[in-house]
T-cell receptor, first 114, second 113 residues
């Protein structure tokens, strides 16, 4: 079956540091890949996505590249801010979009200190 | 900005009782979903709903669970006889006609005692 593995948290960084949150996946087909973010007290928000190999998703300074050869979709940001503190979820779907049958990772709690 | 809203934010219920979790999806959306996250575990897919019927469901979604869109605006998840292991955060989501992005609610934390 499908699965997503992401690095355990919490991850604590100082403001303006470089961020990487690792995500690897196992899937039987050719999934779409997603990063969702959950800010305190709010719902899950789609941060970025990529639907095929070598696609790069980007939003709000975050980027992730769909690497089929390493089955990875690592999230990066060059300079984090305190407002980036949240829980980040990597996810995949073999149905292409929406929220059909999303398989999520456990989530990584990111804490940015001023 | 339109958003998915869920009520209540926290519900405590006794084992064996029925609970109904409520969601108001974004008004022109057509696809609706429930997910749950047991504390410390992954977010898991429960069910998807389109055109007034279930389109997909996971093996978690057994006979104890049901969904309904009773009035064209609310989307509910009912658990008939709650068990301790039903304690989790339940997320509702909806997406529009092109079904390319889902919007999630803030979740309802269900505690079964």
């Amino acid at each position: 079956g499908n699965s997503v593995t992401q690095m355990e948290g919490p991850v604590t960084l100082s403001e303006e540091a470089f961020l990487t949150i690792n995500c690897t996946y196992t899937a039987t087909g050719y999934p779409s890949l997603f990063w969702y973010v959950q800010y305190p007290g709010e719902g899950l928000q789609l941060l970025l996505k990529a639907t095929k190999a070598d696609d790069k998703g980007s939003n709000k300074g975050f980027e992730a590249t769909y690497r089929k050869e390493t089955t990875s979709f690592h999230l990066e940001k060059g300079s984090v801010q305190v407002s980036d503190s949240a829980v980040y979820f990597c996810a995949l779907s073999e149905f292409g979009g929406g929220a059909d049958g999303l398989t999520f990772g456990k989530g990584t709690h990111l804490i940015i200190q001023p | 900005e339109p958003e998915v809203t869920q009520t209540p934010s926290h519900q405590v219920t006794q084992m064996g009782q029925e609970v109904i979790l409520r969601c108001v999806p974004i008004s022109n959306h057509l696809y609706f979903y429930w997910y749950r996250q047991i504390l410390g575990q992954k977010v898991e897919f429960l069910v998807s709903f389109y055109n007034n019927e279930i389109s997909e469901k996971s093996e978690i979604f057994d006979d104890q669970f049901s969904v309904e869109r009773p009035d064209g605006s609310n989307f509910t998840l009912k658990i008939r006889s709650t068990k301790l292991e039903d304690s989790a955060m339940y997320f509702c989501a909806s997406s529009g006609v092109e079904n390319t992005e889902a919007f999630f609610g803030q979740g309802t934390r269900l505690t079964v005692v």
